[in-house]
């Protein structure tokens, strides 16, 4: 108890001077003062939590489907605490319950709270064995940090160990249009809840070229779709040894989309939810269709899932909205090339004289490698753009892949302002007063240039959005 005490304490002060001195959002640096003290503070305070925790983990949407469930268990009459700016290794995970923990080291009215905690693919194993969750959502498996992780199969691997572990009461919660994700069947102890895609109308129609999981994880053969949603999600088996998509528990039967947002049915245990969805394009559908499938999961009702799901708003950085110099900016994270296709389409679906900002860094977090722009498909924007300043540390790699898929403003190449501050200067005022700039940044350059933006908004800082 002391020890946690004075853990909980260092963490708190660390947390107050980071942000009093601006030297970041204490979401980590606090977690990590807290674990030297005390190892075990992760398991003694998330244990005080009277509805236990939920992890959701996976490549593309954690951060966006672990904001959408908050909404849904918020309109359940529960309390959350989670790790909200997206800091989803151990340290951030001890972070955020440091913060919801008194000077005491013990968390302020734990009763009808639930513990909501985004987790990094890789570190899912010591997550899992500190926080004893109810459940575990994986949202799908796609290339990611090819320095860190190496091919998908590497975390696949991980996962595949971490899964029997789980306590045996924990439900896993599978996306079954994801290969990768779907064989966690095989392994899984406990109860398992599904969910997929079953209106593929709006879906690629063929696998991208540089799909990352074609192959059958039971035999090795090439997978054969009849239909493609996005990346390699989709409704596939094996011609080989029969391995084979499994219906879902829990679908979309019906995706609509609409100028800022989309409709949704989806068919849950006990019935049908309609669903206004704030948050454009297709991916995002999916990320509402998982934190739908973990609230059932986790027994709540239909009602708290669509009131959840109307009221949703955009986390920071993902698609994230602004009013800067009577222009709108929409600020769209790119970290791999499956999830940066999808805002590639979502901005080509609003038709031409788009006009971008795109900054592209190779600090650790983002991924040394940066060769993964080269399998992104920029060409869905050639002819669509206005105006394109590119920006980042690596501002000139982005601009040769940009020239070679044809994106240029009205004939212009892309203009290169490797300063982030100026770029967003010079892209506002080649957008039109009342037109919507789009700015596409990496993970760290989307720390930089959102702080700025928002500055220029009047926004809270990214640790402060909700």
């Known amino acids: 108890m002391i020890q946690r005490t004075a853990a909980v304490a260092a963490g708190k002060a660390t947390a107050a001077v980071s942000r009093r001195f601006r030297l970041g959002g204490g979401t980590a640096l606090p977690g990590l003062v807290a674990e030297r003290i005390d190892p075990d503070v992760i398991r003694e305070l998330s244990a005080q939590l009277s509805e236990g925790s939920v992890i959701v983990t996976g490549t593309n949407g954690k951060t966006t489907t672990a904001r959408l469930?908050?909404?849904?268990?918020?309109?359940?009459?529960?309390?959350?605490?989670?790790?909200?700016a997206g800091s989803n290794m151990m340290r951030g995970i001890a972070a955020a319950l440091v913060d919801a923990a008194?000077?005491?080291?013990?968390?302020?009215?734990?009763?009808k709270r639930l513990g909501i905690f985004e987790v990094d693919e890789a570190t899912l194993p010591l997550v899992a064995d500190a926080v004893r969750p109810r459940g575990v959502l994986f949202t799908n498996l796609f290339r990611d940090q090819l320095d860190r992780y190496g091919e998908v199969e590497t975390v696949a691997a991980v996962w595949r160990a971490a899964v029997p572990g789980l306590p045996p009461e924990a439900t896993v919660v599978l996306n079954v249009d994801d290969p990768s994700v779907a064989a966690l069947a095989a392994v899984a102890q406990g109860r398992i809840l599904t969910y997929g895609?079953?209106?593929t109308s709006s879906g690629e129609g063929k696998l991208e070229h540089a799909a990352d999981a074609r192959w059958?994880?039971?035999?090795?053969?090439?997978?054969?779709?009849s239909?493609?949603?996005?990346?390699?999600?989709?409704?596939?088996?094996?011609?080989?040894?029969?391995?084979?998509?499994?219906?879902p528990d829990v679908f979309c039967g019906q995706f609509q989309a609409e100028v800022n947002g989309s409709r949704l049915?989806?068919?849950?245990?006990?019935?049908?939810?309609?669903?206004?969805?704030?948050?454009?394009?297709l991916y995002n559908a999916y990320n509402a269709l998982a934190a739908a499938a973990a609230a059932a999961a986790l027994g709540f009702g239909r009602p708290a899932v669509q009131r959840g799901l109307n009221a949703a708003t955009a986390g920071f950085g993902r698609q994230e909205r602004m009013r800067v110099g009577g222009r709108d900016v929409q600020i769209m994270l790119a970290k791999n090339p499956a999830g940066l296709n999808q805002v590639l389409r979502t901005i080509a679906a609003n038709g031409s004289n788009s006009d971008l900002a795109v900054f592209l860094n190779d600090n650790i977090a983002d991924g040394r490698d940066v060769s993964w722009i080269w399998d992104v498909d920029f060409e869905l924007l050639e002819g669509k753009t206005r105006s394109v300043t590119v920006s980042g540390l690596r501002a000139w790699d982005m601009a040769l892949r940009l020239k070679y898929a044809g994106?240029?403003?009205?004939?212009?190449?892309?203009?290169?302002?490797?300063?982030p501050a100026r770029a967003l200067k010079r892209a506002l005022r080649a957008t039109p007063e009342g037109s919507t700039l789009y700015v596409i940044p990496t993970y760290t350059a989307m720390l930089e240039v959102r702080d700025q933006l928002a500055r220029w908004a009047g926004r809270g800082a990214f640790w402060e959005a909700e």
């Open 69 to 84: 469930l908050r909404g849904i268990a918020k309109e359940a009459g529960l309390r959350t605490i989670a790790n909200r």
């Open 102 to 111: 008194g000077w005491s080291g013990d968390i302020a009215s734990a009763q």
């Open 197 to 199: 895609m079953k209106d």
């Open 216 to 225: 059958c994880t039971v035999c090795g053969n090439e997978l054969e779709y």
């Open 227 to 247: 239909a493609v949603i996005y990346g390699h999600l989709g409704h596939w088996r094996c011609p080989k040894c029969g391995n084979t998509r499994a219906e």
């Open 265 to 281: 049915t989806l068919k849950l245990p006990g019935g049908l939810v309609e669903a206004s969805l704030p948050l454009t394009g």
């Open 407 to 419: 994106i240029d403003g009205q004939g212009a190449s892309p203009h290169v302002e490797p300063e």
